[in-house]
């Protein structure tokens, strides 16, 4: 793909706080505080119908204060078709087993000036509240970031205190190119991918305590020309609430097997951006 559900699909996950390690050196041009162009960056998020690629997912759940608890899976993601949403044509990934979560189809677009996300099946009542939004800018610069939403007093979809109304919810997300370096997996070693991060803050409003409940999800994944997706880590922390304990979770994911079957192009129906964002 574009496997880009894995900075999408974070919209879905309540979690808290995070430090992230250092960055690893980025090239000379980056140190110096100077932007560069990535030529061709479609080229690194390849959506050709009949393309998949497996991953081998490895997830520890640490509710706070008990054993951690580790598993592994296999996820295997597929471009199975396109479909129209909102009247938009929008291309369909199916995934096997996201983050160990079991099946789910994401809808994505890529156009002119990036990659927009149209949601997921089964979506949350959070996702269907933000989607369309851009998961990637064209052209691709290193460094960059933008905002993707901030949108506060949404539905939560859920009573957590349990008094009988559901809570409302902010919920902000970014998403930042840091740079090229190597990455390496089982399927093999790319030296030029591009490193992206995915950051998502949720504030949950208790309708019963009135408190706030802050959770953060930090996503990073490398992305190689021609391949798509090749790796990607995430961190989710919730704190306790009501009588939930809390929780941390951490996610990775690597490319096993790659099978690409066209070339990743524009379009010239892609030539025009189909929605307009507002944060």
């Known amino acids: 793909m574009m496997h880009p559900h ?3 699909r974070i919209t879905a996950v309540l979690l808290m706080a995070v430090s992230l390690p250092a960055a690893p050196p980025l090239h000379p041009a980056h140190a110096a505080g100077k932007k560069a162009v990535i030529q061709d960056a479609h080229l690194y998020f390849p959506d050709g119908i009949g393309s998949r690629w497996r991953y081998r997912g490895k997830l520890e759940e640490t509710p706070l204060q008990k054993i951690a608890i580790n598993k592994g899976y296999v996820n295997t993601s597929s471009v199975t078709g ?4 909102k009247g938009v044509t929008v291309k369909v990934f199916h995934d096997t087993n996201p983050g ?6 994401s809808y994505y677009r890529r156009d002119a000036v990036g990659i927009v996300y149209y949601g997921s099946s089964p979506g949350t009542p959070v996702e269907k509240q933000v989607v369309p939004y851009q998961i990637a800018r064209f052209p691709l610069e290193v460094p960059s970031s933008f905002q993707q939403f901030d949108r506060k007093q949404i539905e939560f979809g859920n009573d957590i205190d349990g008094d009988g109304a559901n809570e409302k919810v902010d919920v902000e997300a970014s998403v930042t190119v840091i740079g090229k370096e190597p990455v390496t997996a089982p ?3 790319y030296q030029d991918a591009i490193r992206m991060e995915a950051r998502l803050t949720m504030r949950i409003h208790l309708s019963k305590s009135k408190r706030v409940v802050v959770g953060t999800d930090v996503l990073t994944a490398w992305f190689a020309r021609g391949i798509g997706l090749v790796k990607y880590v995430e961190h989710q922390e919730m704190p306790p609430a009501a009588s939930d304990r809390g929780w941390i979770t951490d996610i990775t994911e690597e490319l096993e097997e790659v099978e690409i ?4 192009a524009i379009t010239p ?6 929605v307009a964002y507002s944060h």
């Open 187 to 189: 399927a093999g070693s």
């Open 269 to 274: 129906e892609e030539q025009t951006p189909a």
């Open 100 to 105: 160990n979560h079991g099946p789910t189809d």
């Open 82 to 85: 396109t479909q129209a949403i």
């Open 261 to 264: 079957k066209t070339a990743a």
């Open 6 to 8: 894995t900075i999408a």
